[in-house]
């Protein structure tokens, strides 16, 4: 605050004497002195005191805020006419700030600030005050309350809430048009002087915008603004207190104001005419291309929506508003053809779906276009004349019948000649084959309506000159139904009469049922094959028919199964018949017929035990048997397993030995005595690696002749072995007792080697061929391998 305005301050205050008074006087009331105000208090020395009534005369005190001088700022005075002015009187000041920020002269009873003071955080403070002698400390005056109230001075300036305000006003609105309020507040006392008036006024936006002085009301100014042109405006307001005369305080806030969008431009499209191309094997539904108008309007007010309202194409092709992009989307609505024709014209109008009724005069709000749509030629495939065919044949027609046929033509002016063929995949059995040339469909197998009565098949017809250009068709054939099955029984009949049964007792309910399907529904005959004497057959004239008994009693000792002929004909043309067997059983029943047994092997079985328990206990027999068939199995198996498990023991019939032996002396490898003499073989000789299963008498075979060759006696050894339905069915090392006598080469065994009393020659080993190729290089080395 400037010292100027702090003295203009002081001089209107100092001009108004009756906002304060500086000094509280207190005054005695009519009321005589000696009245008593209230019981009696007995004293400490036994008097009575007697309270007197006083009444207090007194103003407000008011106190300027915001002082700037350098001592107290004096208040106001306190005084009772009680005071003589010796000093006998001591005044007493309590309540809000009493003692800190405002003190009294307990002797004068001057009440002074000790500092400054902000209306702005509290307008008035309540006190209390009071007068007491001060030798006695007796009140001479009752307390009394009264109030400061501080006088406000302009020193707030006006605030705005919001720095910044965000408005908007529609474009084109008229002058004066509200577009929004903006309110400022003066902290200051709004009930003294104008420190808290506020006027507005616009610093920043004019001539578009305007603010009302008294209120705050931003409006238009100017008319018609377009946000097309400009959409966003600027406005600085400013608040100023004193009424806005010189001298006031202010304050100042920015108003963002944006011009919304309203229907006031129509769509225009840019150009004249559209060229547009499509081939004519696009699909119904293809979008060929599209159109777009443009709109200068946002948001719904641009939203535009096409259509064809003229134009020689306006059966073939459709146009859809894509909503998202606001174009035009032109898509194929029939079938094109090229060699029909080539060239369409569309008219195409885009028109706004919001126009708002204020701007018509701005109209018409609609634009309208031409489109050129050329269709180009594509090879096309052959079209077919049906789009589905039907054909129906019974299905006794003999092979090679022709069942329909099929026709296609190429579309293209070239006219290209059509090959027809079959899917395989909708007649993998290839029931039906077709004539690639016509299209004739005929079949290559018989044909049966019970296996199937429908085959849906596809005809591909493709271009000679271009097989990738097919085309396919959905071809049905159905087969008609021939009488060619006769009926049967509808089910398998366990069918029993009782011993104790009477001559016409109903004793089955049979039925039959046919493959065939006639057109007049399925008619059953039943009749017997023979004339029977015990049962005989009624029919019942609804496709089925009733056995009954002939005969008084029946005895299951004698006959217990009876084989009954029944003879089922049908009645379409040709007539078909079967002969179904009824296989009836005498049973012994009960008063009521109820069935109790139908054997005579059951009378010797106890009466308690029912069908059901004697299959469970065969079941239990029968797995009992199989149980132990499968462990004598295992138990054989185990039993095959040689004796020598060594992965080295047997190898195609070699078996290693890792030493020499002991020479001739050593006969628990080789009898020696065997080898050489064949008419020592044992008739019992057992295999010695395996364990033995069963001892059985091998076949003696002749044993041969002295001069026989050791390769004819292992030839035929080994055919005997090959022969022998109980040698074993592997690999294993048969030993054959002989290696022959007179022969050139003598005995090839190395135990024997050792008693030759000369070097012997091998070299004939390699003539024997390769096999024994290892022989001749084990003892054919000639004079190297002897010892030096």
Known sequence: MTIYQFLVLFLLWVCLPHFCSPEIMFRRTPVPQKRILGARVPRSDGKILHRQKRGWMWNQFFLLEEYTGSDYQYVGKLHSDQDKGDGSLKYILSGDGAGTLFIIDEKTGDIHATRRIDREEKAFYTLRAQAINRRTLRPVEPESEFVIKIHDINDNEPTFPEEIYTASVPEMSVVGTSVVQVTATDADDPSYGNSARVIYSILQGQPYFSVEPETGIIRTALPNMNRENREQYQVVIQAKDMGGQMGGLSGTTTVNITLTDVNDNPPRFLQNTIHLRVLESSPVGTAIGSVKATDADTGKNAEVEYRIIDGDGTDMFDIITEKDTQEGIITVKKPLDYESRRLYTLKVEAENTHVDPRFYYLGP?????????????????????????????????????????????????????????????????????????????????????????WHNLTVIAAEINNPKEMTRVAVFVRILDVNDNAPQFAVFYDTFVCENARPGQLIQTISAVDKDDPLGGQKFFFSLAAVNPNFTVQDNEDNTARILTRKNGFNRHEISTYLLPVVISDNDYPIQSSTGTLTIRVCACDSQGNMQSCSAEALLLPAGLSTGALIAILLCIIILLVIVVLFAALKRQRKKEPLILSKEDIRDNIVSYNDEGGGEEDTQAFDIGTLRNPAAIEDKKLRRDIIPETLFIPRRTPTAPDNTDVRDFINERLKEHDLDPTAPPYDSLATYAYEGTDSVAESLSSLESGTTDGDQNYDYLREWGPRFNKLAEMYGGGESDKDP
């Open 365 to 453: 709000f609609k634009d309208t276009t031409i489109v050129k749509i050329s269709v180009e030629d594509v090879d096309e495939p052959p079209i077919f004349s049906r789009s589905s065919y039907l054909f129906e044949v019974h299905e006794d027609i003999e092979v090679g019948t022709i069942i329909g046929t099929v026709m296609a033509r190429d579309p293209d002016s070239a006219s290209s000649p059509i090959r027809f063929s079959l899917d395989r995949h909708t007649d993998l059995d290839r029931i039906f084959n077709i004539h690639s040339g016509n299209g004739s469909l005929y079949t290559s197998k018989p044909l049966d309506r019970e296996l199937s009565q």
